[in-house]
């Protein structure tokens, strides 16, 4: 998905009739009377060769915070926030009302790219609404109508230079992952610098201090916190230098169970902070001293690990923890069993609040990053894998021995290795686990994704038939004088 779309505007002007068709399913409730669409939904669209996300919102009204309408209200300003373009829906037939102007001058503050639609304008009886939409100052309106399907060609027009923009700022801002290497060919790792920083993600559950964590950093307050779990609500990136280091952090909504995640917008904020682990080349999986390594908190450190980035685990609110010593024990027994797939990554104990063991956080996310572009030449892996094979060789199903010939490293950020052999479908996941373990252990690769890829290698020997041929080659060329 490449961008996401909201479709935002007074009630019963068309929102989800417009969204369903976008997204080619009746998923939102349509009905003549207004206010049906009460929280938000989200669905992939299609618009012939574009794939992006919308949202369908409630629609504005001028309403009290602690009203229905107003939380509505609440809401779908939060998605005006959270998406790349605003879709801001007039009912062409009504015309222009009070309401539209006054949430016309509130997108053109919170959204940076805004289009609109006056809906509903099939037949003669739209002409005057469309001339007024004119009005609201928002360039000229697609007359559209959502339910018969006109308009799209429009709508696709404006949204397609959009979305060569959103797609060519992805680019920019995703990092260079499974970089490929020529074999011992010389290369220097990626240095961080401002005009391409290290792009950090802050990841954990609800309430566990992410936002705390990066003011702190930042030495401002720049982001809005609170006790109350699950404030911030979308991605937000932040640049800055880190004692010498130039630094891209994302602050994430908190990451809850899918089954606990009832609220329409954090079911939004989560696939935010999924994607900011995309964008992330390390991850900072936050955990709350008190109650770590939930569910949820391994199941977030696994998805850092699966998309191949570097990892440090923080456990925050180290100031408030009595018993520190036999509390960091537990951690680290804890994290050795329950995390394998990240065995050595760095556990820092941190405190947001009085900002204690950020300095420290900053020189394992430095580290971190370093172990991820790692490189080890040809030589020292076939010394290293000869040692491992003595010291435990692989087993010989069907007593058939499993042949380990050679390695190499294929990739890097995160390291990725080769190993010829035979029978590779044979070999155990145990003892390319023992190979991984080793690995980490003797190259000092502690916490990174290691990917480890056995493939194929014939027993015969390509040199073998040059080898047969020469004495031929020879009696041919010496025969004449042999048989004198």
């Known amino acids: 998905m490449s961008f996401t779309l909201a479709i935002v505007g007074r009630p019963n002007v068309g929102k989800s009739t417009l969204f369903n068709r976008l997204v080619g399913k009746r998923l939102a409730l349509v009905d003549n009377q207004p206010g049906v669409t009460r929280d938000l939904r989200e669905g992939a669209a299609r618009l012939a060769d574009l794939r992006f996300t919308v949202i369908d919102t409630a629609g504005l009204e001028q309403a009290t915070d602690e009203s229905l309408q107003g939380r509505m209200r609440k809401l779908t300003e939060r998605a005006v926030d959270m998406a790349d373009i605003c879709l801001f829906m007039i009912d062409a037939r009504t015309g222009i009302t009070a309401d539209d102007e006054v949430f016309a001058e509130i997108l053109r503050k919170r959204s940076a790219h805004v289009i609109l639609a006056a809906n509903k304008a099939e037949g003669a009886a739209a002409d005057a609404g469309v001339n007024e939409a004119w009005a609201l100052g928002l360039g000229e309106p697609i007359r559209l109508s959502a339910e018969h399907g006109e308009g799209l060609n429009d709508l696709y027009s404006q949204l397609m230079p959009l979305a060569d923009e959103f797609a060519e700022r992805a680019k920019a801002d995703a990092p260079d992952t499974d970089v490929e290497i020529e074999e011992d060919a010389p290369g220097e790792m990626r240095i961080p610098t401002r ?204 007593g058939k021995r499993i042949k380990l010939r050679y390695m190499t490293q294929a990739k890097t950020r995160p390291p990725g290795f080769v190993v010829m052999c035979s029978l590779p479908d044979k070999l155990p996941t145990s003892y390319t686990r023992y190979l991984i373990n080793g690995l980490r252990q003797d190259f000092d690769m502690p916490g990174t994704p290691i990917r480890l890829h056995m493939r194929s290698q014939s027993d015969k020997n390509p040199y073998k038939a040059k080898k047969k041929s020469a004495p031929s080659r020879l009696r041919k060329h010496l025969g004449g004088r042999s048989g004198n």
Do not use: C, Y
């Open 195 to 398: 005009a391409k920083p290290l792009q950090v993600a802050v990841v954990g559950r609800p309430n566990a201090g992410k936002s705390t964590l990066i003011n702190m950093i930042l030495g401002e307050e720049r982001l809005l916190t609170g006790p109350e779990a699950g404030i911030t609500r979308d991605a937000i990136s932040l640049q800055m230098d880190w004692d010498g280091l130039p630094v891209r952090i994302f602050d994430t909504a908190g990451m809850r169970k899918k089954a606990r995640v009832q609220d329409k917008l954090e079911k939004l904020s989560v696939g935010d902070g999924l994607r900011a682990v995309k964008f992330a080349e390390v991850v900072v999986v936050l955990l709350d001293a008190a109650i770590p390594f939930e569910q949820q908190d391994l199941r977030i450190a696994d998805l850092a690990e699966r998309e191949g980035r570097a990892v440090v685990v923080a456990v925050n609110k180290w100031d408030i923890e009595p018993n520190k010593q036999q509390k960091l024990r537990d951690l680290r027994e804890s994290f050795e069993r329950l995390l394998p797939q990240l065995r050595g990554a760095p556990l820092i104990t941190v405190s947001a609040k009085t900002g204690k063991g950020i300095d420290r956080l900053r020189a394992a996310i430095e580290k971190a990053n370093e172990v991820w572009n790692r490189r080890i030449t040809t030589a020292q892996l076939n010394r290293w894998l000869t040692g491992m094979l003595e010291a435990h060789p692989p087993p010989a199903p069907g």
